[in-house]
Nanobody, 124 residues
Framework: QVQLVESGGGLVQAGGSLRLSCAASGRLFSSRAMGWFRQAPGKEREFVATISSEGTIRRYAESVAGRVTISRDNAKNTVYLQMNSLKPEDTAVYYC?????????????????WGQGTQVTVSS
């Protein structure tokens, strides 16, 4: 079993940066791809970024490509999401998730463990 705890969210002005962290406990972290999703009020949860178990393959949603970077440190059981040039439309609760396989995954159904989420609010 994997438990995930996100941190690093907050209030930031448009154009600013935030770094989200997701600490994982339990075994098998290093054998699973990890992902970040977000959910804005009244909207469905959407894919943001994913990284393979070894950290060699990354994929991003078109809406954030070029502005965010996903990374992981398997020695620390932690995955990160560096977000730059933030926009008001990035405002959402951001969730960390562990995939069922080592392969990067961009759909919710490929993930079986989720964190509780961290709020990101970008003011204009």
């Amino acid at each position: 079993q994997v438990q995930l705890v996100e941190s690093g969210g907050g209030l930031v002005q448009a154009g600013g940066s935030l770094r989200l962290s997701c600490a994982a406990s339990g075994r098998l972290f290093s054998s699973r791809a990890m992902g970040w999703f977000r959910q804005a009020p009244g909207k469905e949860r959407e894919f943001v970024a994913t990284i393979s178990s070894e950290g060699t393959i990354r994929r991003y949603a078109e809406s954030v490509a070029g502005r965010v970077t996903i990374s992981r440190d398997n020695a620390k059981n932690t995955v990160y999401l560096q977000m730059n040039s933030l926009k008001p439309e990035d405002t959402a609760v951001y969730y960390c998730a562990a995939a069922r396989s080592p392969v990067p995954a961009s759909t919710r159904y490929e993930y079986d463990y989720w964190g509780q989420g961290t709020q990101v609010t970008v003011s204009s």
